[in-house]
């Protein structure tokens, strides 16, 4: 059978940006940027979206578009048969590896719409939120159910192909994610004190911009991106011929950028509602578990409809941000086994399927049973997240604009930037300027901050 292509541009650019708006838009972009100064690290941000990740992004289409391989194939074609298509082969690995754990997330995401729906959250004493979230993860049985379902999910769309499958899906649930976003960030700006959240996150305060808020913002856009995991290559690899790389690459990080800042509207109205100090609602897991469900009951009256409606479709705007994340990773695996093994696409992606299974519920079980398994006092799931994170991440991106800009053939990347000529580039020189200098420099500090090596600076 030939290999599938996606059947339309738009879908094409919603998979891709189902890829990138994820978990981190909202349970990290938004706090990131009302505790480094507002607007003034908005603009850091897209200064480091423009000159570092549509770059990384536009060269990691390319190769996928060139090649019509999956990331590891992809790099063995461009490479020659040099090491360098070890590049391809550890993208593949890193967004296995993310997946993991990121289909725990997913799971609780899940939980969290299940107990909203259900009105569970009434009446609950504000301090109770932390042992409900306790609770849950570490319970064995529970997280392990939303983690199947969660996973059956993704299963299920994977082996309906690209076109039945990860487009319609991306066609169908990225629509719903935008309008429920907005949906959500109207009701959080219609509340009374929402001005003082609107401030919070839009004012900009250069005096709280330093070197590590570059590096944070830095770190922030290229996981926000979906950058160097295989993702964005194995999705180009279904680009039809003409498929416009670079507007393409800008119209993925605008519809990233715009729900990041949407998540925002959503979240700080409502906390500065309550009175809660922003400072004190943590981030991540704990923001999103422990204290928003909390803020929702408060800001929407406790128990009421409109409280049970809000919190349910934030939860379950989340769980469609981490499907279509989690979609495109397995996507990775799956193209990976079943081009480079020779398997039907239905056997590759039950391979994958069985080994998130596997390490998902391991990663899933570590804040339970398995919490005394440890290394270096960091349990399975964090080992995987820093491992990747901190570690993969940063080196794969640096491997591959390095590689984008020094070694792939300039010829070849001007006639498949400008789609054989068709297109204007007036942007092409300061892009490989960036590809060779500005991005193997930025993202080595980043990768040098995630070692810690910068810590006496914070
Ligand atoms: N870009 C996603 C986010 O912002 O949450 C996270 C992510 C998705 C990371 C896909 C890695 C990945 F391969």
């Known amino acids: ?3 599938e292509n996606f059947g339309s541009k738009l879908g094409a650019v919603l998979a891709a940006a189902g890829s990138a708006v994820g ?7 938004p706090i990131e940027t009302g505790q480094n100064g507002g607007a003034a690290f908005i603009i850091i941000y897209v200064l480091c979206i423009i000159i570092l990740g549509l770059p990384i992004m536009i060269s990691e289409f390319l190769i996928g578009r ?12 461009v490479s020659n048969g040099s090491p360098w298509k070890w590049v391809g082969r550890m993208g593949v690995f890193t967004g296995w590896f993310i997946l993991c754990y990121y289909v725990v997330v997913g799971a609780w995401t899940l939980h969290y719409t299940y107990l909203s729906v259900t009105n569970a959250f009434y009446g609950v004493p504000a301090q109770q939120y932390e042992n409900i979230f306790g609770d849950f993860v570490s319970s064995s049985w529970m997280p392990t159910l939303w983690l199947f379902l969660f996973i059956g999910v993704i299963h299920f769309v994977i082996t309906r192909g690209v076109q039945s499958g990860i487009e319609k899906s991306a066609k169908l649930m990225m629509p719903t994610l935008f309008v429920i976003t907005i949906f959500l960030a109207v009701c959080s700006i219609m509340l009374p004190g929402a001005s003082k959240g609107v401030e919070f996150l839009l004012k900009p305060d250069w005096s709280k911009v330093d070197s590590t808020t570059i590096l944070e913002a830095m770190g922030q856009a290229f996981y926000s991106l979906s950058l160097a995991m295989g993702c964005l290559c194995t999705y180009a690899s279904y680009f039809e011929k003409n498929t416009p790389l670079a507007k393409s690459a800008v119209n993925v990080a605008l519809i990233d950028t715009l729900i990041a800042i949407m998540a925002g509207f959503i979240i700080f109205p409502s906390i500065f509602n309550i009175g809660m100090d922003p400072n004190e609602a943590g981030v991540g897991a704990s923001l999103t578990f422990v204290s928003l469900p909390n803020v929702f009951q408060q800001a929407l009256g406790d128990g009421s409809v409109l409280a049970v409606v809000f919190s349910a479709m934030f939860y379950f705007l989340l769980f469609v941000a981490a499907l279509t994340s989690a979609i495109s990773l397995h996507e990775v695996a799956t193209a990976y086994v079943t081009e480079e093994f020779n398997m039907s696409r239905k056997k590759g992606a039950t391979l994958v399927t069985a080994t998130i299974l596997v390490l998902g519920t391991l990663c899933s079980l570590s804040f339970g049973p398995l919490s005394g398994v440890t290394l270096f006092d960091r349990n399975i799931f964090e080992i995987f997240d820093d491992f990747s994170g901190r570690i993969l991440l940063p080196l794969g991106g640096m ?40 991005a193997p420099l930025a993202i080595g500090l980043v990768f040098l901050d995630q070692l810690g ?6």
């Open 23 to 29: 978990l981190g838009n909202v349970w990290r972009f």
């Open 399 to 438: 491997l591959i604009s390095i590689f984008a800009g020094w070694v792939l053939d300039r010829r070849l990347y001007h006639n498949e930037i400008s789609n054989q000529g068709n297109l204007k580039t007036p942007y092409f020189r300061m892009l490989v300027f960036s590809l060779r200098y500005i």
């Open 66 to 77: 060139y090649t019509h391989a999956n990331t590891a194939g992809a790099f063995r074609i």
């Open 1 to 3: 059978m030939g290999r």
């Open 453 to 458: 090596a910068f810590s006496f600076l914070k």
